[in-house]
C-alpha cells in the first residue's frame, strides 16, 4: 500500500446489495493532528457507536464528503457502476483536494479533480485496515441509515427503517402485498419478479 501526505482520502460505499434506495459513497481525509479512537469497519460497530463516531469524524477530519448514486441510476447503469460514480461524486465534494485515493474493495474509479489524475489504490478489507477508508465506511453507513429512515416516511407500506431497503423477509413481504415503489431498484433479480 503506498502512503500519501495528509491529504490522502479514504473512501468507501454502503448500499450495494440491497433491492431499494441509494447507493452512498463517503471520501474522508483525515486530519493528522486530530486522532480519533475506534475507527473500523461499519459492520464491526454498533450502530449507536456508528453515529458517535460520523459525529466525532465529521468535527475532526481534515475534509469529508458523502454522494450517492439513486435507485434509477443503478437501474440505468448497473450496481458497480453507479458505485463507482458514487465514489467519483464523493471525492469532487471534498473541499480539499486528495493527492490519492485509498479505496475499500478491489475496484476503484478514475478519478481526475480539476483536470489532474489522482492515484488511486484498491485495498480488500481497506474498512477495516485504513483509518481514513474506515471513517469513510462509518459516514457512508450511517448517511445511507438516514437516507432509508426518511424514506419510511414517505414510502410506509415497505418499513424501511426497519431493514433499510435489504432483501430481508419483512421486505420481501412487502413486496408481494405492495409491489415496487420508486426507490426499487427493477433492474435487481428479485423485483423483476415482483413487477
Known amino acids: 500500500m503506498f502512503r500519501f501526505a495528509e491529504t490522502v482520502a479514504g473512501i468507501d460505499e454502503s448500499g450495494r446489495g440491497p433491492l431499494a434506495g441509494p447507493v452512498v459513497a463517503a471520501a474522508v481525509i483525515l486530519h493528522p493532528g486530530r486522532s480519533i479512537d475506534g475507527l473500523d469497519d461499519s459492520k464491526k460497530i454498533s450502530a449507536d457507536r456508528r453515529d458517535v463516531l460520523a459525529a466525532t469524524i465529521r ?14 441510476e ?20 471534498l473541499s480539499v483536494v486528495p493527492t490519492g485515493v485509498l479505496v475499500d474493495g478491489n475496484r476503484m474509479p ?10 488511486v489504490e484498491a485495498i480488500v478489507g481497506g474498512d477495516g ?40 423477509e419483512v421486505h420481501r413481504d412487502r413486496l408481494r402485498q405492495f409491489g415496487p415503489c420508486e426507490q426499487h431498484r427493477l433492474s435487481f433479480a428479485p423485483l423483476r419478479v415482483a413487477e
Do not use: Q
Not at 74 to 93: E, W
Not at 133 to 151: H, L
Open 110 to 119: 478514475a478519478v481526475e479533480v480539476r483536470g489532474r489524475k489522482v492515484a
Open 59 to 72: 468535527e475532526r477530519a481534515l475534509a469529508w464528503s458523502v454522494a450517492w448514486a439513486d435507485a434509477a
Open 129 to 168: 485496515l485504513v483509518p481514513a477508508i474506515s471513517a469513510a465506511s462509518i459516514i457512508a453507513k450511517t448517511t445511507r441509515d438516514r437516507i432509508m429512515v426518511k424514506m419510511d416516511g414517505l414510502y410506509p407500506n415497505y418499513e424501511f427503517a426497519r431493514h433499510k431497503g435489504y432483501c430481508t
Open 74 to 93: 443503478i437501474d440505468v447503469l448497473n450496481i458497480l457502476t453507479a458505485t463507482m460514480l458514487a465514489m467519483r461524486r464523493a471525492i469532487l465534494g
